[in-house]
Antibody, heavy 115, light 107 residues
Framework: EVQLVESGGGLAQPGGSLRLSCAVS????????MSWVRQAPGKGLEWVSV???????NYADSVKGRFTISGDNSKNTLYFQMNSLRVEDTAVYYC?????????WGQGTLVTVSS | DIQMTQSPSTLSASVGDRVTITCRAG??????LNWYQQKPGKAPKLLIY???NYQSGVPSRFSGSGSGTDFTLTISSLQPEDFATYYC?????????FGQGTKVEVK
């Protein structure tokens, strides 16, 4: 059974950092494209980042240079290092399998950036 | 960025109704268009990929059509579990952009 379980969300101050984790079972992270999508409270979906099986990565302009997507093959886990957080980064963050279409999703983890 | 515009933003319908949601891309995206369903407090669920292809397990009352810039998601006979918000997403260009969503609510 495919499962994606996010963790690491919480309250952070503007300028602070958080690292999100997405623990995966049922498929191999390194063999798939993996994406992060976020949803601000009461708002729509926003694509944020993708990592490809070959190692390439891509980011939305809104997070480029501040956020880093990576994977740990030994733990079959996807990570999202978020630095220099802004109030507007407040959202539920979802990890998902895929890039051309997002087949499997985690339950999401809430990141709140506030002083 | 490729802008995706859905219409309507809100749709009031009754069980058994035929429902149509439209998604328009700001430029040609061939068939790189997906549809997702999201219920409150839940993760989105993939319904249709590459404009017309059903994701495994999706009921046949859902269908997708279109290519180029204009796309449609149709629910042939609305069921109680279909009241939700629907999003289109283009994956022709980067960043992958979503429409603003269409909320299907009870009439």
């Amino acid at each position: 059974e495919v499962q994606l379980v996010e963790s690491g969300g919480g309250l952070a101050q503007p300028g602070g950092s958080l690292r999100l984790s997405c623990a995966v079972s049922g498929f191999t992270v390194s063999a798939n494209s993996m994406s992060w999508v976020r949803q601000a409270p009461g708002k729509g979906l926003e694509w944020v980042s993708v990592t490809y099986s070959g190692g390439n990565t891509n980011y939305a302009d809104s997070v480029k240079g501040r956020f880093t997507i990576s994977g740990d093959n030994s733990k079959n886990t996807l990570y999202f290092q978020m630095n220099s957080l802004r109030v507007e980064d407040t959202a539920v963050y979802y990890c998902a399998r895929g890039d051309q279409w997002l087949v499997d999703w985690g339950q999401g983890t809430l990141v709140t950036v506030s002083s | 960025d490729i802008q995706m515009t859905q219409s309507p933003s809100t749709l009031s319908a009754s069980v058994g109704d035929r429902v149509t949601i439209t998604c328009r891309a700001g430029q040609r995206i061939t068939s790189y268009l997906n549809w997702y369903q999201q219920k409150p407090g839940k993760a989105p669920k993939l319904l249709i990929y590459a404009a017309t292809n059903y994701q495994s397990g999706v009921p046949s009352r859902f269908s997708g059509s279109g290519s180029g810039t204009d796309f449609t998601l149709t629910i042939s006979s609305l069921q109680p579990e279909d009241f939700a918000t629907y999003y289109c997403q283009q994956t022709y260009g980067s960043p992958r952009t979503f429409g603003q969503g269409t909320k299907v609510e009870v009439k």
